[in-house]
C-alpha cells in the first residue's frame, strides 16, 4: 500500500471559563498583581525550554517596559530552578520575576486566562500543547520559531520570533506595547483559530477520516 504518514496534532479541551473556578491559592498573588501586566511561562522546566534565554531578555527589556511581571510556573529540572532564584536575587527582579511552582487544574486554566501574554521560548516542541490552551484560554502567544507555530502570525493571535535572546525580547516588548484592546481581540482571534483546528473532537475527526481514506 501507500506509506503515506499523515501528522495529526493533538487536540485541546474546549473550556469554558465563565466556570467557577476554586482559584482560592491563585487569588492572593493576583490580587498583589492587578495593575500589572502578566507575562506568563508555564511548562515543565527543561533546557530544551531555553529559560535562560527568556530571563535574560527580560532582564534586557526593563528599561523600556513598566508595571509588567513575569510569572514562571511548572516544575521539572532542579539545577535550572536553583539558577533561576539565584538569577532572581542576583539582579535584583524580586518583584519583576516570580517563580511559583506548579499549577494544575483549575489554577492553570485561570492564570492563563488572567495572564496578558503566554511566552514559549523552547529550541525544539512537535506541537506545544501549552500554546493551544493558551489560546484556548484568549491569551495571546509568543513562541519561538523552535516551535511550529507561524499560525501564531497569520492568524494574529501572538507572535512567532526568532530563536535568540533578541527575538523574545522584540516579542515580549511588542506584546506589551499593544493595548489591551489589541491583545484582547488576539486573544479571541486564538481561541477561534483552536476551535477550528484543534479541539480534540477535531483531532478525532481527522482521525476518522484517514482510516476510512486508507481502509
Not at 43 to 60: C, V
Not at 89 to 104: E, R, T
Not at 138 to 144: E, G, H, L, S
Request: charged share 20%; aromatic share 10%; net charge positive.
Amino acid at each position: 500500500g501507500n506509506n503515506i504518514i499523515d501528522i495529526i496534532p493533538n487536540g485541546c479541551y474546549e473550556f469554558d471559563f465563565s466556570t467557577n473556578f476554586d482559584i482560592s491559592r491563585l487569588n492572593y498573588l493576583l490580587s498583589e498583581l492587578k495593575h500589572q501586566k502578566i507575562v506568563l511561562f508555564l511548562n515543565r522546566i527543561s533546557k530544551e525550554k531555553r529559560l535562560d534565554r527568556l530571563i535574560l531578555a527580560w532582564k534586557n527589556i526593563q528599561s523600556s517596559i513598566e508595571n509588567s511581571v513575569l510569572i514562571i510556573a511548572g516544575n521539572g529540572d532542579k539545577n535550572i530552578i536553583e539558577w533561576l532564584n539565584i538569577e532572581i536575587k542576583k539582579n535584583n527582579l524580586k518583584n519583576k520575576i516570580l517563580y511559583i511552582g506548579p499549577v494544575y487544574g483549575d489554577l492553570k486554566w485561570h492564570l492563563m486566562a488572567y495572564s496578558d501574554i503566554f511566552v514559549l521560548p523552547s529550541i525544539s516542541e512537535n506541537f506545544g500543547n501549552v500554546v493551544t490552551e493558551s489560546l484556548m484560554s484568549k491569551t495571546p502567544v509568543i513562541a519561538t520559531k523552535g516551535t511550529p507555530w507561524s499560525e501564531l502570525n497569520s492568524s494574529n493571535c501572538g507572535i512567532w520570533v526568532d530563536n535568540t535572546t533578541f527575538g523574545i525580547e522584540h516579542g515580549i516588548k511588542t506584546m506589551l506595547n499593544y493595548t489591551s484592546q489589541e491583545r484582547m481581540v488576539m486573544g479571541i482571534n486564538g481561541r477561534n483559530l483552536v476551535l477550528s483546528k484543534y479541539t480534540w473532537i477535531r483531532a478525532a475527526k481527522k482521525i476518522i477520516f484517514r482510516v476510512k481514506l486508507f481502509k
